[in-house]
């Protein structure tokens, strides 16, 4: 019974203080913060399980890897969707969550998911270089207006600093005599 309350205790001390970056590293790999608390809640409860057993080891380390694990061998149909890390694939999003969020080294990163250390820095390259690169031009709302449209397209290129508060050729004959487009 003493054993049960003390666990208790340093349970609620660990997840007050470790919970709340748990949950963040959840919701940058599912993108959807539903689907992050349900993942931290499952990992949480085994972490709770396996709690008298991990003594000598770093409960925050052995949550992060059941994190991991259970993100990492989901099924292929709960792909995550959406968060800052959208445009990456899963494998991506562990290899950048664990790299530059959590700051676990490259050696360590490759043992936990798997792989060679010189395929977690690949990975780690190609993600950074995808978030790095502007997102594709996707449909997206149409301008409402003529000067929305000229900035999407990078504003009048032949007025300094790109724009032109005249509208362009002849727009400073135009305002002058207060004439419309």
Not at 18 to 38: I, K, N, S, V, W
Request: glycine content about 10%.
């Amino acid at each position: 019974m003493a054993a049960e309350t003390r666990r208790d205790a340093e349970f609620a001390a660990f997840t007050a203080g470790a919970a709340g970056r748990l949950l963040h590293t959840a919701t940058l790999l599912t993108g959807d913060p539903a689907q992050a608390e349900r993942l931290l809640t499952a990992t949480l409860a085994r972490t709770y399980a396996d709690w008298l057993r991990m003594r000598a080891e770093d409960p925050y380390d052995q949550a992060r890897a059941e994190l991991i694990r259970r993100f990492a061998y989901r099924p292929w149909w709960r792909r995550p969707r959406g968060g800052v890390l959208d445009r990456l694939t899963p494998q991506e999003r562990l290899v950048v969550t664990m790299r530059y969020f959590e700051g676990v080294a490259e050696e360590q990163t490759a043992a936990q998911l798997g792989l060679a250390a010189e395929r977690v820095r690949a990975i780690a390259a190609r993600a950074t270089a995808t978030l790095r690169s502007r997102p594709p031009a996707g449909p997206g709302p149409a301008p409402r207006t003529v000067a929305e449209a000229r900035d999407r397209q990078g504003g009048d290129r032949g007025a300094p600093g790109g724009r032109s508060s005249t509208g362009g050729p002849g727009g400073a004959h135009r305002a002058a005599h207060g004439v419309a487009r």
